[in-house]
């Protein structure tokens, strides 16, 4: 297959360039590509054929056998593989169809509420509020209502807020050093007991009732719960919080799609909320939740021609696959109306922001529709000002401002209740 010249890693290394850039220049040689990453040899995938053959498919021939975020989240569904996976999977399916979903939505409105009352406050007062801080305290107190019942109170949220730390410093491109990070892993496990101990008084059905109820797993009220807390909160809170915030400086920059999604309908009917869809959708397109998606091949393969060896560490890129011309007009362009009718359904392969196939995201119903909720709240009651620098995106193991988005927040007009 086509490798990237070593000089051309050198290159990139000495010009202190974001990894995308490097992932670039691989991706230039065709669909399927050779880089090394950190220590390690890399096959990089970013062709949709071949991203649907890897992840659609034939998954059986590519598994995920280990996770760099493993030092944070242990064993939980997001990390593990085979019989545990399967396992915990079935378990927690139900949670979050469409369906299962509903039963969240007071936890959402709930914080969706607080976050509008903030927002008036500074409408008032004329406070700026960085809007990343804002999207983060959202989606960890949408977390924490739909575990324990109860709302975020400040010191929870200090604990939490530092798994954003922790996933920052385990870099996507080689093993996890985290030595340096037992005082914050602290920190976590502290407030997972507390969520741990909070959904076992809380008499209604959370996240975790059904893993705190499984006895037919090993020790299902000890590590494998506070692990499946920490995933659920990583998993639901930073790339959720990344997206929002992305959303909001997106539509800053693009008020006219910002007003044509108010448009297609009255508050809370239907129009207006797949337009709402439409601006999240493009959204995660251009800035999807993870840098790269690991594979592990368990067998030999063909992917474009080329020759794939058992355990080859395979990566896929829908970062770079979304951004492709030959897949999307004007990639680099910010264009809901392609997740809007009569827009046709995007190709199997061409898009695939929260994964593709057995391994889609678990929760990708319940961040669709947190994020959902508070749009359709926010964007006809307020609007904002981007002060000060621009936050530029950090490609580590998310994609996510690497900086605060400073504003100024102005209210539009008279704002209804974000609970019916």
Same mark, same amino acid.
């Given at each position: ?15 202190? #360039? ?17 880089? %090394? ?86 409408? %008032? ?37 530092? $798994? #954003? ?31 741990? &101990? ?11 009732? $059904? ?32 997206? @929002? ?15 044509? #999604?108010? $448009? ?38 063909? @992917? ?7 355990? &080859? ?40 922001? @929260? ?19 508070? #749009? ?11 002060? /000060? ?10 994609? %996510? ?12 007009? /008279? ?6």
């Amino acid at each position: 297959m086509p490798e990237l010249p070593e000089a051309e890693v050198v290159a990139w290394r000495e010009s202190g #360039a974001s990894v995308v850039e490097l992932l670039g220049r691989a991706q230039r040689l065709g669909p399927v590509s050779g880089i %090394r990453l950190g220590d390690r040899p890399v096959v990089l995938v970013t062709g949709a054929e071949e991203v649907r053959h890897v992840l659609a498919r034939h998954p059986e021939r590519y598994v995920k056998r280990s996770h760099r975020l493993r030092p944070l989240l242990g064993d939980g569904v997001l990390t593990v593989d085979g019989e545990a996976w399967r396992g915990q999977r079935q378990l927690f399916q139900p949670k979050f169809t469409v369906q299962g979903v509903r039963r969240y939505e007071r936890a959402m409105r709930d914080a969706v509420e607080d976050v509008a009352r903030s927002w008036e406050e500074s409408a %008032r007062s004329g406070r700026p509020r960085d809007l990343v801080a804002d999207m983060r305290r959202f989606t960890i107190d949408v977390i924490w209502r739909a575990t324990t019942g109860l709302p975020l109170d400040d010191t929870t949220h200090r604990q939490l807020l530092v $798994a #954003a730390r922790i996933v920052a410093a385990i870099s996507a491109l080689g093993a996890a050093d985290t030595t340096h990070l037992s005082a914050d892993l602290a920190e976590v496990d502290a407030a997972a007991e507390r969520a741990v &101990a909070a959904a076992r008084a809380n008499g209604d059905p959370g996240i975790l009732d $059904a893993l705190l109820d499984a006895v037919e797993l090993p020790d299902p009220s000890g590590r494998l719960v506070r692990d499946n807390f920490v995933t659920f909160l990583v998993a639901g809170y930073e790339t959720t919080a990344a997206t @929002l915030s992305w959303l909001l400086l997106l539509l800053h920059d693009h008020p006219e799609h910002r007003e044509w #999604a108010l $448009a297609q309908g009255p508050a809370g009917s239907p129009a207006r909320t797949a337009a709402i869809r439409a601006l999240i959708s493009e959204t995660l397109r251009l800035y999807p939740a993870a840098l790269l998606m690991f594979r592990n091949a368990t067998e030999g393969d063909v @992917l474009a021609g080329c020759r794939i060896e058992a355990d &080859a560490t395979v990566a896929l890129c829908a970062y770079l696959t979304h951004r492709d011309p030959e897949l999307w007009p004007e990639p680099e362009r910010f264009v809901p109306q392609r997740f809007h009718e009569p827009a046709p359904r995007p190709a199997l392969g061409t898009y695939y922001p @929260l994964g593709l196939g057995p391994r889609t995201c678990l929760g990708a119903q319940f961040t669709l529709q947190e994020m959902s909720f508070l #749009a359709e709240a926010l964007l006809p009651a307020f609007e904002f000002t981007v002060v /000060g620098e621009r936050p530029e995106p950090a490609f580590d193991v998310t994609i %996510r401002p690497g900086g605060p988005m400073v504003a100024t927040v102005r209210a539009r007009g /008279g704002r209804e209740p974000v609970l019916p």
